[in-house]
């Protein structure tokens, strides 16, 4: 079935790098399609979301990217912080009220 | 704004017995949502309630699951009898339309059922 996916499992980046969060989605027909950081023993935050009519979205410190003719969704978080380590989620609008999470990108921030 | 609110932050109960999980919607918010966090299934959304109403309850996985929400700041997921396999992270989330895909979680409720 479509599903959205990650690339990778697990990020670790130096303080003060960018990093870069990659997610892969197989369903053409999403619309809609949002970022969410998930600290230790807390729910999902969501951080920014972005429709199908634009390929690109900044707020602060984060960029998410949407390249639809390879389906490709990422996330850009500048100058990373010891408190942007968190479980980075993607998640797409598949119809009208339901999202479909991929299974989410540990990101560690070293010192 | 409170955000989200959830009780209990954590149940342990043992088999057979029945649990209950309780949420309190942002405030305005007309659309609710329950999700089941797992490591080997991720987020699963179990129901979704629009104006208090029931929408679409076709992630509950059993009978054994009900849910309600009998006011616009209210709602419970009940479990009855639990199993060790509904041991899960346990999330509800609110959302206003028209976004109303962009949920705001509160921060779940770990069941462990022995």
């Known amino acids: 079935g479509e599903s959205v996916g990650l690339h990778l499992p697990t990020l670790s980046v130096q303080e003060g790098d960018n990093s870069i969060i990659n997610c892969a989605y197989s369903?053409?027909?999403?619309?809609?399609f949002i970022w969410y950081k998930q600290e230790s023993g807390k729910g999902p935050q969501f951080i920014i979301d972005?429709?199908?009519?634009?390929d690109k979205r900044q707020g602060q410190r984060v960029t998410v990217l949407l390249n639809k003719t390879v389906k490709h969704l990422s996330l850009q978080i500048a100058a990373t912080q010891p408190g942007d380590s968190a479980v980075y989620f993607c998640?797409?609008?598949?119809?009208?009220?339901?999202?479909?999470f991929g299974a989410g990108t540990t990101v560690t921030v070293r010192a | 704004d409170a955000g989200v609110i959830q009780s209990p932050r954590h149940e342990v109960t043992e088999m057979g017995q029945e649990v209950t999980l309780r949420c309190k919607p942002i405030?305005?918010?007309?659309?609710l949502f329950w999700y089941r966090q797992t490591m080997m299934r991720g987020l699963e959304l179990l129901i979704y309630?629009?104006?208090?109403?029931?929408?679409?309850d076709s992630g509950m996985p059993e009978d054994r699951f009900s849910a309600k929400m009998p006011n616009a700041s209210f709602s419970t997921l009940k479990i009855q009898p639990s199993e060790p396999r509904d041991s899960a992270v346990y999330f509800c989330?609110?959302?206003?339309?028209?976004?109303?895909?962009?949920?705001?979680f509160g921060s779940g409720t770990q069941l462990s059922v022995l």
């Open positions: 405030s305005g918010h007309n659309s």
């Open positions: 369903n053409s027909a999403s619309d809609y």
């Open positions: 309630f629009n104006n208090n109403v029931p929408i679409d």
């Open positions: 972005i429709r199908s009519n634009m």
């Open positions: 989330a609110s959302s206003l339309a028209p976004d109303r895909e962009k949920l705001f």
């Open positions: 998640a797409e609008n598949k119809y009208d009220y339901k999202l479909s």
